[in-house]
């Protein structure tokens, strides 16, 4: 409730005449350097609304005439422009021939980690390092399809089982237990020699048995010993790097049911200069071959 104002016993400050339960307000008001600033703001709000766009109206665009959206149309506009001539040399050069030539391997690269960023790593991860379940490791040397330039541009522009073009890769294994090929105790048997590629079988009865189903069902796509057929999509088995998890469970379920991963066809999606870019960049990740 209001009451006089009088000095406070305690600091000597005039009060501003308020009291709440015996409770008395000070009356100190803020520092001058604080209230000229908080004019000045208001000052400037106030100059900002006239000069430059403020309002939510159609066509209020301010005395300048200045429209950040536009502004960046047009830095983006120069940018391209400025790009051009490389991007061409890009677009007209092969991936083989940018990883030779030191400017455009350059700037393929800086232009391959950007498109890789944006289109690739939310599967194969930021550094290309993959993860299981499917998605590939491309910093090593275990390649499904081939780490040369060519062939990395080729899963590239035209993807994996996506169903996107006609040239795509394509691969299909049979889903041995679903499918009545193989009974389960067979399927067993398969994964403990399968296992045995990769010396972690630990049924040797087992991976003799699996030897001769593998043999008439399996070795026609990844080979007598497992070494993998890449023209056809085929992984290698006998060494410790697996798509979808190396341990006999994950086996099982591979031979059991199949896997079919889909990459997308970026060929639709992406220009020549940025496929050749991203063939390039993953290239130099660290298991592109020659």
Known sequence: ??????????????TTGHEWDGLRELNTPLPKWWLYTFYACILFAAVYVVVYPAFPFQGATG???????????DDVRNAQARMAPMMQRLREATPQQIAQDAELRGFAIAGGRIAFANNCAGCHGAGGQGAVGGFPSLVDDDWIWGGQHDAIHTTITHGVRAGESDAERTSMMPRFLADGVLTLPQVNDTAEYVLSLSDRSTDAAAAQRGANL??????ACHGERGEGNRDVGAPLLSDR????????????RSISYSRAGVMPAWGGRLNPAVINMLTVYVHALGGGEN
């Not at 409730?1 to 005039?14: A, C, R, V």
């Not at 005395?63 to 149309?73: C, H, N």
């Not at 790097?241 to 099982?252: C, E, F, H, P, T």
């Open 241 to 252: 790097i697996w798509l979808y998890g190396g341990d006999k469970a994950s086996i099982v």
């Open 1 to 14: 409730m209001p009451t006089k104002i009088e000095k406070d016993s305690l600091t000597g400050k005039d």
């Open 63 to 73: 005395m300048t005439g200045w429209i950040a959206r536009e502004a960046v149309v």
């Open 214 to 219: 593998f043999a008439e069902n399996c070795a």
